[in-house]
């Protein structure tokens, strides 16, 4: 990588790294009855984005950034959650259909071990699956995949643009390989292990995790507890300073929210 590409990394990763430090500094979560407001499973999704924030910066600042596209996909994945979780979106529905499901497929496993066959009351087994299906028909319509989840919040243009192509890579799209191990060079071609992205895609990828990292924290510290972050502003600072230096050195796509 061109020196002055290394100086701007440099310097982005200080501000990355100055952002997290604010925020990891208040993130141990004591689940107390003055805080039963707040959803368990929220803190746990945000401690999990913290982490993932954490460990893209760290295979950044080591230069591995074969590592980077999983974990910018999986980061993505737990804002959404978050997102949706906040905005309660048939939840509960969501939870049903997915238990039900399970219970359903149990039933029907049993009945393929020979072990359990005897041990069955075929009468009473069948009885309760008929239902199982019934009110899994009826549950079917909250039934959520990703691409949904994405839309449901608005942000599909996300989906389109960044988690998708992420996607290829994770399930190992050929052509999304060859952008990662294939380089090209007098019209010959080497496949290598290790390939370096271009600026661009680690500066995205890096703002992207930023900008996850710090919209939660605000969404925790305004509309559930704003005792949560009292370094909250100091870490919003640092984000500032770094979308500043991103949006002018690297104008991101319109599409990409």
Do not use: W
Not at 2 to 26: F, R, V
């Amino acid at each position: 990588m061109p020196d002055k590409n290394n100086h701007t990394i440099k310097q982005a990763i200080k501000s990355y790294e100055d952002a997290l430090g604010y925020i990891l500094k208040d993130c141990t979560f004591y689940i107390t009855p003055e805080h039963i407001k707040i959803d368990k499973y929220l803190l746990i999704l945000f401690t999990r984005i913290i982490a993932l924030s954490d460990a893209i910066l760290n295979n950044v600042s080591n230069s591995i950034d074969c590592a980077i596209q999983p974990l910018l996909r999986i980061l993505i994945e737990a804002h959404i959650q978050f997102i949706n979780l906040t905005k309660d979106i048939n939840r509960t529905k969501q939870i049903d259909y997915e238990a039900c499901n399970r219970t359903l497929q149990l039933l029907i496993s049993l009945e393929e071990i020979d072990e359990y066959a005897d041990y069955i009351d075929h009468d009473t087994h069948n009885i309760q699956k008929s239902k199982l299906k019934t009110l899994l028909d009826d549950l079917k319509k909250h039934k959520s995949n990703i691409e949904k989840k994405f839309d449901s919040i608005g942000l599909t243009p996300l989906y389109n643009t960044l988690y998708r192509p992420l996607s290829l890579h994770v399930h190992n799209n050929l052509r999304a390989l060859e952008r990662l191990h294939l380089v090209t060079k007098d019209n010959s071609s080497v496949i290598v292990p290790f390939k370096s992205s271009h600026i661009d895609e680690i500066m995205l990828y890096m703002f992207t995790a930023l900008k996850i990292m710090t919209s939660d924290a605000i969404i925790l510290n305004l509309y559930y507890d704003s005792r949560l972050f009292p370094s909250l502003p100091e870490a919003l600072s640092k984000f500032e300073k770094f979308q500043q230096f991103y949006f002018k050195e690297f104008p991101p796509s319109k599409d990409i929210p």
